[in-house]
């Protein structure tokens, strides 16, 4: 079994900036992929960052130049730097990692707002 736990969400102005972390744990085959998605209200889950076991990098369009993706494979954890967000950034943002199945996060609540 796999366990993802995120953490780092919050609220914060616009322009400002958070890091989430998720961490698993648990028995994960190398060669797996992490990231985030998110699901904002009324909307659909998009993806919004992936990096893979050998840190290749995807983003959405909408991020590109602002979100960071990153991980420490030794520690299975994936981070994301979020900058200069703003208020269409507010979602719950999910972790996942994807090895020979599907494994998510519970979600973690971000809101941008003054």
């Known amino acids: 079994q796999v366990q993802l736990v995120e953490s780092g969400g919050g609220l914060v102005q616009p322009g400002g900036s958070l890091r989430l972390s998720c961490a698993a744990s648990?028995?994960?085959?190398?060669?797996?992929?992490m990231g985030w998605y998110r699901q904002a209200p009324g909307k659909q889950r998009e993806l919004v960052a992936s990096i893979s076991y050998f840190s290749t990098t995807y983003y959405a369009e909408f991020v590109k130049g602002r979100f960071t993706v990153s991980r420490d494979v030794a520690k299975n954890t994936v981070y994301l730097q979020m900058n200069s967000l703003n208020p269409e950034d507010t979602a719950v943002y999910y972790c996942?990692?994807?090895?020979?199945?599907?494994?998510w996060g519970q979600g973690t609540q971000v809101t941008v707002s003054s």
């Open positions: 996942y990692l994807k090895d020979v199945t599907d494994y």
């Open positions: 648990g028995k994960i085959f190398s060669g797996n992929t």
